[in-house]
């Protein structure tokens, strides 16, 4: 069995139907098992290891600032190498607009890498990312119950529809202004979270 990191990223941690929907798929641990579950918000320099091979890339700074923002669920999985492959195509692919049809990422991704779920790609991935977490949160129970349904709307597609009229440069004000009353009808966030959650979801059109 090998370990694997797992992070709600704030798209899936505050939008909570999908996050419900993505509790769903997870809580059956069908040939793996969530061994802990905690709330905590990374630093950036946790994040800038964790994600150094794309350091670089002109979406860098908005990833570090994604992953930052807010607290996120982290978590460690224990899977064999098969089942950890087989969660990672549940997940789907890693852009939304390329995420396959019926995976958790086309379902609740709204676009580009805003993709709900960080899941290590394979055990060495998983024992380096589990080591290098754990000096930051432990990773050895479950403190969080999540729900496996939510009373909030789950507005994806329309967001999605939204974010690729902003991305695309049309009605930009408008559309972004429509992003986030949706999120903010999909979540319990208020004030300065809310607007986070607004800033970073507009961060991955730009
Ligand atoms: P994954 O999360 O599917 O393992 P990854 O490890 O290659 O993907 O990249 C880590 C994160 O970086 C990804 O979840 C979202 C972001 N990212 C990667 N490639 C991207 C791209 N071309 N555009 C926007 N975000 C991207
Ligand atoms: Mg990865």
């Known amino acids: 069995m ?35 579950l905690d709330w905590f918000q990374p630093p950036a320099s946790l994040i800038e290891n964790h994600y150094d091979f794309l350091q670089g890339r002109p979406f860098f700074p908005w990833l570090v600032d994604f992953m930052t923002a807010l607290p996120v669920v982290v978590g460690r999985v224990t899977a064999s190498a098969e089942s950890l492959m087989q969660m990672r195509w549940d997940l789907g692919e890693t852009q939304i607009a390329k995420s396959r049809p019926g995976s958790l990422r086309e379902h609740y991704g709204i676009f580009g890498g805003l993709n709900c779920l960080h899941l290590s790609d394979a055990p060495e991935t998983g024992d380096a990312e589990v080591k290098r977490w754990s000096q930051f949160v432990q990773l050895d129970a479950v403190k969080v119950r ?42 319990e966030l208020e004030s300065t979270e809310l607007e986070a959650l607004r800033r970073i979801t507009l961060g991955a059109l730009s």
Request: net charge negative.
């Open 146 to 187: 999540l729900e496996d349904e939510s009373e909030k709307p789950d507005h994806t597609y329309h967001l999605r529809s939204l974010a690729t009229q902003v991305a695309n440069g049309i009605h930009v004000d408008l559309a972004s202004q429509a992003i986030g009353e949706l999120l903010a009808e999909e979540s």
């Open 2 to 36: 090998a370990d694997a990191l797992l992070i709600f990223k704030p798209d899936a941690a505050y939008r909570l139907a999908a996050r419900a929907g993505i509790w769903r798929w997870l809580s059956t641990e069908r040939e793996w098992k969530v061994e802990s």
